[in-house]
């Protein structure tokens, strides 16, 4: 393999400024950096991992949280984060907060949150966190800033911490006055069950939204109209067969917490022989990639872009910008599709 000094050789310039070249300091011009790395590529010099951290006091590695590893969400916005650190020479280093396990519990009882803080961030094998839907607590954020350690939150607010959210009572809000603008009256709404009430409370918000939506509208919630399930396909199936089986009510339109669960939506009413959207519309939020296959009308999020975005926000931390932490409004797009229409009684008359 290639010594640095043949990389500086070749590149015209310094040992330090190949360093610093390939460790991706600012102080380096952008045209340097670019023949140090064209000089590097072709002589097959990899930088040694362990000697830049000792050489630095730096990882190269960022680590990122998150609360579930099955729901394509999350895995979304993983491989926003991963695409986005790899593109800035960053390796991932995985922590996977397993709902399952003591999630009855306050966080500070939680033993993989505590351990996560006591324990493995103290390890200094990561630069950075990027906290994914996990609500830190005082504790918490103390823990990181007396590692120093710069944090960054996705899906909601955190004091004194540069967070990126969406607005989940507005999505809400917004699939709901999609539904109502249709001439749809009779909304039923599939939300997320009591384990996802955790941190951010995504539940609670999003069916908040769905009645503020039918609110304004004149329109007194129904508690008999909503179901709960846990954010997949199969809860989403489950709840709708409950939901389209009950003889006292008669939806004419579903409007799900996710994507998964209003394609299982879809799935159940065709089972049981209901045309959608003839006979029942649905709606969901995401942006999930089977949404257009689905024809599923949706809001969509781009959790891609949310962990690109926080990535860029984490660099531009490593990198020394002392800006104060805010709050970044993250977007989100109503897209229409065939899954939504006016009901049939309305397009009758």
Known sequence: MAKIEKVAELAGVSTATVSRALAGKPTVSPATRARVERAAKELGYVVSASASSLAS?????????LP?????????????????????GYD???????????ADLPAEHN?????????????KRVDAL????????????ESM???GKPVVGIGGPLPGVPTLSVDDRAIARLATEHLLA????????????SDFELDFHLPTTRRAGYEDALKAAGLAPDPSLVRSADFTIAGGYDATLQLLGDPWIHPTAIFAASDEMAIGAMLAARDLGREVPADVSV??????????????TTVDQFPEVQGRRAVETLLHQLQGDDSPPANEALPYELVVRTSTSSPRDAAAR
């Open 57 to 65: 006091g730096r990882t190269r590695s960022v680590g990122v949280v």
């Open 68 to 88: 579930f590893l099955s729901s394509w969400f999350y895995m979304t916005v993983l491989r926003g984060v991963q695409r986005a650190l790899s593109d800035a």
């Open 92 to 102: 991932l280093t995985l922590y996977h907060l397993d709902t399952n396990v003591g």
């Open 111 to 123: 033993p993989r949150r505590r351990r996560l803080f006591e324990e493995f961030l103290r390890r």
């Open 130 to 141: 990027i906290a994914v839907s996990l609500e830190l607590d005082a504790n918490e954020l």
């Open 145 to 147: 800033r007396s590692l």
């Open 182 to 193: 249709l001439g749809h009256r009779q909304i039923a709404h599939i939300a997320g069950d």
């Open 283 to 296: 709606v969901g939020i995401d942006g999930h990639d089977l949404a257009g296959f689905f024809g599923l």
